[in-house]
T-cell receptor, first 118, second 112 residues
Framework: DTEVTQTPKHLVMGMTNKKSLKCEQH?????MYWYKQKAKKPPELMFV???????INESVPSRFSPECPNSSLLNLHLHALQPEDSALYLC?????????????????FGPGTRLTVL | GENVEQHPSTLSVQEGDSAVIKCTYS??????FPWYKQELGKRPQLIID?????GEKKDQRIAVTLNKTAKHFSLHITETQPEDSAVYFC???????????FGSGTKLNVKP
């Protein structure tokens, strides 16, 4: 299985709602990422988990809360979002162990969740 | 930190022509350089990558060249087809450092 899956595909929420985005991979990758992508812009890194521990937080507002319940799953909990948070949210994963060789740094992206905040 | 610059921002070519997209990076420790293709509304997909121990890599109509001294790398697409139309992003990363620095993207339009 060489896929990263994300649910839901689309999400519309109000500013007072609480929702969660989910990401799953079964490639044995130990690094997982959340990106935010606005139209016509590159993906913007939000969080990185390495071996289920948060290793990078790019100064993301606390209304975004990541969670890594196990090595295959990554969640992004959303609360009190603003309309400017509307974007495509991409999950990605990559192999962590450089000793494995091959495409150990290759990042696989999920299809994304299109989020609209009203 | 790393800074990746990408040019041009838009590129229009006739079907069958070649297309070249260029990126420069600032951190000499970067050693992994992937290229992603993103079609409208879809996920970025890796199309080719290169590591700093080689100067060129080819995969059918796609090639990437790397000049470590000048700190730049380029994507070359030959015999372009309409289905090559998409946004292309370059990126740079370091060994076992889980951060990818993306270029600003190039919108490639291949006219039939």
């Amino acid at each position: 299985d060489t896929e990263v899956t994300q649910t839901p595909k689309h999400l519309v929420m109000g500013m007072t709602n609480k929702k969660s985005l989910k990401c799953e991979q079964h490639m044995g990758h130990r690094a997982m990422y959340w990106y935010k992508q606005k139209a016509k812009k590159p993906p913007e890194l939000m969080f990185v988990y390495s071996y289920e521990k948060l290793s990078i937080n790019e100064s993301v507002p606390s209304r975004f809360s990541p969670e890594c319940p196990n090595s295959s799953l990554l969640n992004l909990h959303l609360h009190a979002l603003q309309p400017e948070d509307s974007a495509l949210y991409l999950c990605a994963s990559s192999q962590e162990d450089g000793l494995a060789g091959g495409t150990y740094n290759e990042q696989f992206f999920g299809p994304g969740t299109r989020l609209t905040v009203l | 930190g790393e800074n990746v610059e990408q040019h041009p921002s838009t590129l229009s070519v006739q079907e069958g022509d070649s297309a070249v997209i260029k990126c420069t990076y600032s951190d000499s420790a970067s050693n992994y350089f992937p290229w992603y293709k993103q079609e409208l509304g879809k996920r970025p997909q890796l199309i080719i990558d290169i590591r700093s121990n080689v100067g060129e890599k080819k995969d059918q109509r796609i090639a990437v060249t790397l000049n470590k001294t000048a700190k730049h790398f380029s994507l070359h697409i030959t015999e372009t087809q309409p289905e090559d139309s998409a946004v292309y992003f370059c990126a740079a990363s370091k060994y076992n450092f889980n951060k990818f620095y993306f270029g600003s993207g190039t919108k490639l339009n291949v006219k039939p």
